[in-house]
């Protein structure tokens, strides 16, 4: 079965203290792996999307990157604007065009 | 650009009672996905519309129900209206739904059902 886990499922840093929020998945023949923030009481916010093994993108102290069973998103010199839910989805074969969801990771940056 | 606009914000219904909620895509998309938000399941998906044909349907059973219109406005009614259907109902709209194609959410409905 097509599966998609976040790790940690929270996480709380200080200001200024980098890390990486994993997202492992189990699909064959990846479509495509999406990141997406959520700030609470509202929808998610798109951020990336990643589409083969090697591949990276960035965004302000974002950085997403992805594997072939898993993705990175990496927060460098976090603020604590950056607090919200990060949230991943994989797109499979066969899908389509449907998404699975991880649970999320909660991201509390302290001042 | 406007972004994806649902109405009403926040719902109050008693059981057994039905319920109706819009949404406004970006102009230009397509495509809208409805999802159902609640701490313990996460994002569920509840089903697609596109080109006003429902194009895909998640696991929910048949009170949920959903139509677009030929302006890509979409709605979507509850039935019968349980307890567990209390949740964080969010509308998504992208351009045609397929690959290359991200999602763009709205800031949702939120449903309690008392």
């Known amino acids: 079965e097509d599966q998609v886990t976040q790790s940690p499922e929270a996480l709380r840093l200080q200001e200024g203290e980098s890390s990486s929020l994993n997202c492992s998945y189990t699909?064959?023949?990846?479509?495509?792996l999406f990141w997406y923030r959520q700030d609470p009481g509202k929808g998610p916010e798109f951020l990336f999307t990643?589409?083969?093994?090697?591949e990276e993108k960035e965004k302000e102290r974002l950085k997403a990157t992805l594997t072939k069973k898993e993705s990175f998103l990496h927060i460098t010199a976090p603020k604590p604007e950056d607090s919200a839910t990060y949230l991943c989805?994989?797109?499979?074969?066969?899908?389509?065009?449907?998404?699975?969801w991880g649970a999320g990771t909660k991201l509390i940056i302290k001042p | 650009k406007a972004g994806v606009t649902q109405t009403p914000r926040y719902l109050i219904k008693t059981r057994g009672q039905q319920v109706t909620l819009s949404c406004s895509p970006i102009s230009g998309h397509r495509s809208v996905s409805w999802y159902q938000q609640t701490p313990g399941q996460g994002l569920q998906f509840l089903f697609e519309y596109f080109s006003e044909t429902q194009r895909n349907k998640g696991n929910f059973p048949g009170r949920f129900s959903g139509r677009q219109f030929s302006n890509s406005r979409s709605e979507m009614n509850v039935s019968t209206l349980e307890l567990g259907d209390s949740a964080l109902y969010l509308c998504?709209?992208?351009?045609?739904?397929?690959?290359?194609?991200?999602?763009?959410f709205g800031n949702g409905t939120r449903l309690t059902v008392t």
């Open positions: 998504a709209s992208s351009q045609n739904g397929g690959d290359n194609s991200p999602l763009h």
């Open positions: 989805a994989v797109q499979a074969p066969g899908s389509n065009y449907q998404l699975i």
């Open positions: 699909v064959s023949g990846l479509r495509g």
């Open positions: 990643l589409y083969s093994a090697g």
